[in-house]
Antibody, heavy 115, light 106 residues
Framework: QVQLQQSGAELAKPGSSVKISCKASGYTFTSYYISWIKQTTGQGLEYIGY????????NYNEKFKGKATLTVDKSSSTAFMQLSSLTPDDSAVYYCASRNWFAYWGQGTLVTVSS | AIQVTQSPTSLSASLGDRVTLTCRASQDINNKMAWYQQKPGEVPQLLIY???TLQSGTPSRFSGSGAGTDFSFTISHLQSEDFATYYC????????FGGGTKLELK
């Protein structure tokens, strides 16, 4: 069955970076883009961007350009999102999602930015 | 970027009620709209895509309609498991979520 398995919670200091992973299984990895979505505690969903898992091409929501960097490792069917220059506003749950209309989601990775 | 305005932000309803949520896109998005349900502590779940197509497993009491800029999502007969937050998502140009509607028991 299709699964997206994300890496564990992160506690980071302001100004640092974190890299979250999303390992896909149960389907042909390069057949579907992987998208990333941010959800602040108790708040709504924000679309960050997507990566073409075949070519590595990316497309970002303007708001997250310079904040998020999406990469992929086809050999391990894993997508990554690096968040840089972290501030407390980056504290959130981050999801990866894939397949048509985001039919499948990872379980979410909690990122907490605190000194 | 396409903006999506979802309303209402919250809604109180009773078991058995019929409720309708709406989303308005800032430009014509054809039928590129989806709806999701999210319960506390859970991952969003796709219910409807292309405005009106039910995802496999979505109960028939859920329905969607609309095209262009105006879309609606209806639950015809509320059941206890339907109390959750609902989001719309436009997929015409990149992707944009609506702000969400929290559906609560009256």
């Amino acid at each position: 069955q299709v699964q997206l398995q994300q890496s564990g919670a992160e506690l980071a200091k302001p100004g640092s970076s974190v890299k979250i992973s999303c390992k896909a299984s149960g389907y042909t990895f390069t057949s579907y883009y992987i998208s990333w979505i941010k959800q602040t505690t108790g708040q709504g969903l924000e679309y960050i961007g997507y990566i073409n898992t075949g070519s590595g091409g990316t497309n970002y929501n303007e708001k997250f350009k310079g904040k998020a960097t999406l990469t992929v490792d086809k050999s391990s069917s894993t997508a990554f999102m690096q968040l840089s220059s972290l501030t407390p506003d980056d504290s959130a749950v981050y999801y990866c999602a894939s397949r048509n209309w985001f039919a499948y989601w990872g379980q979410g990775t909690l990122v907490t930015v605190s000194s | 970027a396409i903006q999506v305005t979802q309303s209402p932000t919250s809604l109180s309803a009773s078991l058995g009620d019929r409720v309708t949520l709406t989303c308005r896109a800032s430009q014509d998005i054809n039928n590129k709209m989806a709806w999701y349900q999210q319960k506390p502590g859970e991952v969003p779940q796709l219910l409807i895509y292309y405005a009106s197509t039910l995802q496999s497993g979505t109960p028939s009491r859920f329905s969607g309609s609309g095209a262009g800029t105006d879309f609606s999502f209806t639950i015809s007969h509320l059941q206890s498991e339907d109390f959750a937050t609902y989001y719309c998502l436009q997929g015409y140009s990149l992707w944009t979520f609506g702000g969400g509607t929290k559906l609560e028991l009256k």
